[in-house]
């Protein structure tokens, strides 16, 4: 009886045919996690962004462009997104220098100081602000030293950007630190024997590596930056076409119940914000074919 099975064959018509089975998901139910998914997102996110879309459609042409275009919203604009930019690529520069440090050295209190990177994250932005400019206006720590030379760092725009680099910091460290963590040291190494030099070593091996990474962290701080508020109030002085953010002129269309104005100058806001989303993903999404090759 078995000669006459494996005469047959698997192929044979006699052979029993077996039944492929499902393939089993990871989450049970798709369709209904799906579902609860797009239901949260459009609860959460959708909603008030459609209600804020749609008050602005209740002005005119005309109204939203005067309201979006007036010059001390243009001079917002120009400081919130010239400190933000300014902000960015001080993060760059620096926060590559920390990321390097806590990846490439050991050193006392190590521990601490990648504990204390993440203090921005978890402090709130009033409380950073407020500290700011207790340390940096002219009766503070900082600021009393250099008084004496002019130098003002609170209540103009030099506070804004100190504020924003300090909330932006993290986003930089963050994002390049575990990519140096996985760089190869061995083509280091190599690079070195066929004689590069430190300059050549990290310039046409390492920075290709850890480049898409940085870019990215410093789109995250600048996207950071163009939407605070609490730690940038306390230390810009507020004062109209000098040192007003664009979170601030939104916040005084509202005291000034002029809804949709301010509806209308969030909704530019909301736009670049959308850009800087797209500009996000197109990084990591490059970082990841990189890494990938």
Same mark, same amino acid.
């Given at each position: 009886m078995t000669a006459a099975v494996s005469a047959a064959g698997p192929h044979s018509p006699a052979a029993p045919s077996v039944a492929k089975r499902p393939a089993k998901r990871v989450l !049970?139910?798709?369709? *209904?996690?799906?579902?609860?998914?797009?239901?949260?997102? &459009?609860? /959460? %996110?959708? /909603? !008030? $962004? &459609? #209600? *804020?879309?749609?008050?602005? +459609?209740?002005?005119?042409?005309?109204? +939203? %462009? #005067? #309201? %979006? &275009? &007036?010059p001390r919203v243009i001079a917002s604009y120009q400081l919130t997104f010239g400190a933000s930019f300014l902000a960015a690529v001080v993060n760059a520069v620096f926060g590559l220098l920390v990321a390097w440090v806590l990846v490439r050295y050991q050193f006392p209190g190590k521990k601490i100081i990648d504990a204390l990177v993440d203090l921005p994250f978890? $402090? !709130?932005? #009033?409380?950073?602000g407020i500290s700011l400019t207790a340390l940096l206006a002219s009766n503070g720590w900082i600021g009393s030293l250099l008084e004496p030379y002019g130098i003002q760092l609170a209540f103009n725009r030099n506070g804004v950007v100190i504020a924003l680099i300090f909330i932006g910091l993290p986003f930089v460290v963050r994002t390049v630190q575990p990519v140096l963590e996985d760089a190869e040291k061995e083509l280091e190494e190599a690079a070195t024997c066929l004689g590069a030099t430190r300059w050549q070593t990290f310039r046409f091996v390492i920075f290709p590596t850890i480049g898409p990474a940085l870019l990215t962290g410093f789109a995250m701080a600048f996207a950071r930056g163009v939407g605070e508020y609490g730690s940038v109030i306390f230390i810009a002085g507020n004062m109209p076409m000098l040192s007003e953010i664009t979170p601030l002129i939104i916040i005084g269309k509202l005291e000034q119940y002029d809804y949709a104005g301010a509806t209308a100058v969030a909704t530019v806001m909301l736009l670049a914000s959308f850009f800087m989303l797209l500009v996000i993903n197109g990084l990591q999404s490059w970082q990841r074919k990189r890494s990938g090759s």
């Open positions: !049970p139910g798709f369709k *209904l996690t799906l579902g609860f998914t797009l239901f949260y997102l &459009s609860l /959460i %996110v959708l /909603i !008030p $962004l &459609s #209600a *804020l879309v749609f008050k602005t +459609f209740t002005l005119t042409w005309d109204q +939203f %462009v #005067a #309201a %979006v &275009s &007036s978890a $402090l !709130p932005t #009033a409380v950073a």
